[in-house]
Nanobody, 116 residues
Framework: QVQLVESGGGLVQPGGSLRLSCAAS????????MAWYRQAPGKQRELVAR???????DYGDSAKGRFTISRDNAKKTVYLQMNSLKPEDTAVYYC??????????WGQGTQVTVSS
């Protein structure tokens, strides 16, 4: 059974930082491309950052220069360090594991709220 469990969300003031974690189980983590997406109320889900099993990381425009994605294959965990947070970063953040057309998994999401 595949599980992706996100943690680290919460309420933070504008300009603050948060670190999200996503712990995976039930997959061969090292061969999966991992990503963070987010969905704000009334908006489509959008890519925040992607870190492939091999190759360069990729960021959505809203994350460039402020967010950093990383992974620890030994711990089967992917992280998202978010700095200089803005109110428009408020969303539910989802972890995604992609291992091919028939291996696409999502976590349950973690709420991030940026507000003073």
């Amino acid at each position: 059974q595949v599980q992706l469990v996100e943690s680290g969300g919460g309420l933070v003031q504008p300009g603050g930082s948060l670190r999200l974690s996503c712990a995976a189980s039930g997959i061969i983590f090292s061969v999966y491309d991992m990503a963070w997406y987010r969905q704000a109320p009334g908006k489509q889900r959008e890519l925040v950052a992607r870190i492939p099993s091999i190759g360069r990381t990729d960021y959505g425009d809203s994350a460039k220069g402020r967010f950093t994605i990383s992974r620890d294959n030994a711990k089967k965990t992917v992280y998202l360090q978010m700095n200089s947070l803005k109110p428009e970063d408020t969303a539910v953040y989802y972890c995604n594991a992609l291992g091919g057309s028939y291996a696409n998994y999502w976590g349950q999401g973690t709420q991030v709220t940026v507000s003073s």
